[in-house]
């Protein structure tokens, strides 16, 4: 959980956020227990568990964190998995 992945977040036709690298490779951004989405497609707001904004659309991050070989049973949003998953941990300008 000590790798940088740096990308963009976006919400595809189905409302899912994913991350675009410069390479436009997808990544899903598995998020920790708490976080919520509010906003729409076009433009939205990540929240930690105390509802604090900890991200938003079209802006440049620097997410730590580490891969995940696959989804686990228990994660929500399973339909939204694309690309390489990605464990979040730290989040900071990119």
Same mark, same amino acid.
């Given at each position: 959980?000590?790798?940088?992945? %740096? @990308?963009?977040?976006?919400? /595809?036709?189905?409302? $899912? =956020? ?5 390479? /436009?490779? !997808?990544?899903?951004? !598995? ?5 919520? =989405? ?5 433009? #939205?707001?990540?929240? /930690?568990? +105390?509802?604090? =904004? &900890?991200? +938003?659309?079209? &802006?440049?991050?620097?997410? +730590?964190? @580490?891969?995940?070989?696959? #989804?686990? /049973?228990?994660?929500?949003? %399973?339909? $939204? ?6 464990? !979040?941990?730290?989040? @900071?300008?990119?």
């Amino acid at each position: 959980m000590e790798a940088l992945h %740096r @990308g963009t977040l976006a919400a /595809d036709e189905n409302g $899912c =956020v994913h991350s675009k690298t410069a390479g /436009d490779s !997808v990544t899903t951004p !598995v998020w920790p227990q708490g976080y919520t =989405v509010k906003g729409d497609s076009k433009s #939205f707001e990540i929240l /930690d568990a +105390g509802k604090n =904004v &900890v991200a +938003g659309s079209g &802006v440049p991050l620097a997410i +730590g964190g @580490g891969g995940a070989g696959s #989804f686990k /049973d228990t994660w929500t949003e %399973r339909d $939204c998995a694309k690309g390489t998953l990605w464990m !979040v941990g730290q989040i @900071g300008p990119g």
